[in-house]
């Protein structure tokens, strides 16, 4: 149990075009979902949380105009990177919170998407 | 603000050996939860542990054991008699309350040679 899917598992895009990644958990539900970023070689930076039926906050930094985070079920998180250009490829890592196991903070993550941009 | 220190690069050991992981965490609140993940080249992350706060028992898992201590905010993590598959990024992370996204250390590089 507690998979979290991604799609797709890797883009290719042209500049100035938008890519939307999915976020899945296949077997539990959750109300909070969190996207990471991770540039090659370094490490995991967290870019919003993505909640269920409200609106996503972001961290510092990261602008919400361009990464377009969309949380419209319990099982369903998409984030939207519009104008992508090539300083925007990266490894996108999506994780879920199980509802049921609100208490134990359990995150389960997705395996990643890689987008490129050319 | 959390921070999550890994001050190792990268390591490199030969098989069989034990190699421990170094982590260092800052945070102001009292409630916490502290990771370790894998991270192999495919990219998917591997869960290894969690640990809360207030529970500062080492545990050990095969061939992993983990050191938390509190007094010095480390959550250090070794690996006994190393093999090949154990190569991969290793990351330390933090979250604060539980509730949030986490804090990841800047991960260790760890090589096996055979």
């Known amino acids: 149990g507690a998979v979290v899917s991604q799609h797709p598992s890797w883009v290719i895009c042209k500049s100035g075009t938008s890519v939307k990644i999915e976020c899945r958990s296949l077997?539990?539900?959750?109300?909070?979902m969190f996207w990471y970023r991770q540039f090659p070689k370094q490490s995991l930076m967290l870019m919003a949380t993505?909640?269920?039926?409200?609106?996503?906050?972001?961290e510092q930094g990261v602008e919400k105009d361009k990464f377009l985070i969309n949380h419209a079920s319990l099982t369903l998180s998409t984030l939207t990177v519009t104008s992508a250009h090539p300083e925007d490829s990266s490894f996108y890592i999506c994780s879920a919170r199980d509802l049921g196991l609100a208490t134990t903070y359990e995150q389960y993550f997705g395996p990643g998407t890689r987008l490129t941009v050319t | 603000a959390q921070k999550v220190t890994q001050a190792q690069t990268e390591i490199s050991v030969v098989e069989k050996e034990d190699v421990t992981l170094d982590c260092v965490y800052e945070t102001r609140d009292t409630t916490y939860y502290l990771f370790w993940y894998k991270q192999p080249p495919s990219g998917e992350l591997v869960f290894l542990i969690r640990?809360?706060?207030?529970?500062?028992q080492n545990e050990i898992s095969g061939r992993y054991s983990w050191n938390f201590q509190k007094s010095t905010s480390s959550f250090n993590f070794t690996i006994t008699a190393s093999q090949v598959v154990d190569s991969a990024v290793y990351f330390c992370?933090?979250?604060?309350?539980?509730?949030?996204?986490?804090?990841f250390g800047k991960g260790t590089h760890l090589i096996i040679q055979p």
């Open positions: 992370a933090l979250s604060e309350g539980g509730a949030d996204g986490l804090t």
């Open positions: 993505s909640n269920e039926g409200s609106k996503a906050t972001y």
């Open positions: 640990r809360n706060s207030f529970d500062e």
């Open positions: 077997d539990f539900q959750a109300t909070t």
